[in-house]
T-cell receptor, first 114, second 113 residues
Framework: EAQVTQNPRYLITVTGKKLTVTCSQN?????MSWYRQDPGLGLRQIYY???????DKGDVPEGYKVSRKEKRNFPLILESPSPNQTSLYFC?????????????FGPGTRLTVT | DAKTTQPTSMDCAEGRAANLPCNHS???????VYWYRQIHSQGPQYIIH???NNETNEMASLIITEDRKSSTLILPHATLRDTAVYYC??????????????FGKGTLLTVNP
C-alpha cells in the first residue's frame, strides 16, 4: 500500500532534549516536505527536499533541521526543542514534474514540549 | 500563488450533494486549482485538480467557471465520512522550484445524518 509513515505519532518531551521525527514513503517520490499545523495559523511549510541530498527552507525553518540521505526517508530534527514548537507535524511527498503532483501526507505527529 | 476565498463552514444532509465554492479572482493563466481535505487532525488528502475544464474522478467533480475566477467542488452523495475541512489551493502545476501547498482556512463541511 502506498503510504507515508511518521514516527512517533505522539511525543511529549522537555525543553532542550534533542528529538527526531522520522518520515518514510514507499512511492519512490523525489519530493518530500514537512509542515506544522497550529490553531489559527493553518499548515506552514518547514523544510522541503527536491531529491536526495537537496534540501531547502520553507516558511518557518527556525529551530529545525532535516536531512535527505536516502530517497525514502526525510527525518525532522529538533536539536533543542522549545515550547513554541509544540504542534502537529505532517510529512508529505510527491513526484516531481508536470504531473498533478498530488501530495501524499503522513498521519501526523503530535508533539508537546514542556 | 493566487489567494483563495472560501466560506468558513457549510452543512449538508447525508446522501445529498455538497457544493463547496471557492473564489480565486486573481488566478493566473498557468495556475491550477487543487482541492484537498483534512479529516479532523489527520493528514490532508488530495481530492482533485483542474485548469479550466470540468474534471471528475471517483471522489468528486470540479467545476471551474469560464473566466476561471471561481470554482465549485461537488461531492455528489455526501456521507458522514466526508465531514472535513476542505481546502481550495491555487498553484502553478509542478509548483516551480517548491511544490509547497499554501493552505488557507478552508471550509468546514459538516455532513448531518
Amino acid at each position: 500500500e502506498a503510504q507515508v509513515t511518521q514516527n512517533p505519532r505522539y511525543l511529549i518531551t522537555v525543553t532542550g532534549k534533542k528529538l527526531t521525527v522520522t518520515c518514510s514513503q514507499n512511492m519512490n517520490h523525489e519530493y518530500m516536505s514537512w509542515y506544522r499545523q497550529d490553531p489559527g495559523l493553518g499548515l506552514r511549510q518547514i523544510y522541503y527536499s527536491m531529491n536526495v541530498e537537496v534540501t531547502d527552507k520553507g516558511d518557518v525553518p527556525e529551530g529545525y533541521k532535516v536531512s535527505r540521505k536516502e530517497k525514502r526517508n526525510f527525518p525532522l530534527i529538533l536539536e533543542s526543542p522549545s515550547p513554541n514548537q509544540t504542534s502537529l507535524y505532517f510529512c508529505a511527498s510527491s513526484f516531481r514534474g508536470l504531473e498533478p503532483n498530488e501530495q501524499y501526507f503522513g498521519p501526523g505527529t503530535r508533539l508537546t514540549v514542556t | 500563488d493566487a489567494k483563495t476565498t472560501q466560506p468558513t463552514s457549510m452543512d449538508c444532509a447525508e446522501g445529498r450533494a455538497a457544493n463547496l465554492p471557492c473564489n480565486h479572482s486573481t488566478i493566473s493563466g498557468n495556475e491550477y486549482v487543487y482541492w484537498y481535505r483534512q479529516i479532523h487532525s489527520q493528514g490532508p488528502q488530495y481530492i482533485i485538480h483542474g485548469l479550466k475544464n470540468n474534471e471528475t474522478n471517483e471522489m468528486a467533480s470540479l467545476i471551474i467557471t469560464e473566466d476561471r475566477k471561481s470554482s465549485t467542488l461537488i461531492l455528489p452523495h455526501a456521507t458522514l465520512r466526508d465531514t472535513a475541512v476542505y481546502y481550495c489551493i491555487v498553484r502553478v502545476l509542478g509548483g516551480g522550484s517548491n511544490y509547497k501547498l499554501t493552505f488557507g482556512k478552508g471550509t468546514l463541511l459538516t455532513v448531518n445524518p
